[in-house]
């Protein structure tokens, strides 16, 4: 079992930056692969960026590619969400993930999940 909290969401306007952590205990992130995925209300949960279990490759989704970033504190055991230029459709809960599957980009390439923390973008 793999506790993830994330934390760090709020309400924010256009163009604005968040950073949310995804912290862990007792276990090392850099065992599993880790991920972003958001949920914005009445949609299905979509990925945002990830870090494969084997390789360690980054993967982001094509509409954060290039304002967000997504890190790994390996000393710390915590994953960070770096968000940029905010933009009402990332309006979403936003959720870290960690499983040891080949894929990084889909759900079910994940089988541990935080709650979540909101993010709101306003206009």
């Known amino acids: 079992q793999v506790d993830l909290v994330e934390s760090g969401g709020r309400l924010v306007q256009t163009g604005d930056s968040l950073m949310l952590s995804c912290e862990t205990s007792d276990h090392s992130l850099r065992a599993y692969g880790v991920g972003w995925f958001r949920q914005a209300a009445g949609k299905e949960r979509q990925f945002v960026a990830g870090?494969?279990?084997?390789?360690?490759?980054?993967v982001y989704s094509p509409s954060v590619k290039g304002r967000f970033t997504i890190i790994r504190d390996e000393v710390k055991n915590t994953l960070y969400l770096q968000m940029n230029n905010l933009k009402p459709d990332d309006t979403a809960v936003y959720y870290c993930?960690?499983?040891?599957?080949?894929?990084?980009?889909?759900?079910?390439?994940?089988?541990?999940w935080g709650q979540g923390t909101q993010v709101t973008v306003s206009s």
């Open positions: 993930a960690a499983g040891r599957k080949l894929g990084v980009s889909r759900v079910q390439d994940y089988d541990y």
């Open positions: 870090i494969s279990w084997i390789g360690a490759q980054i």
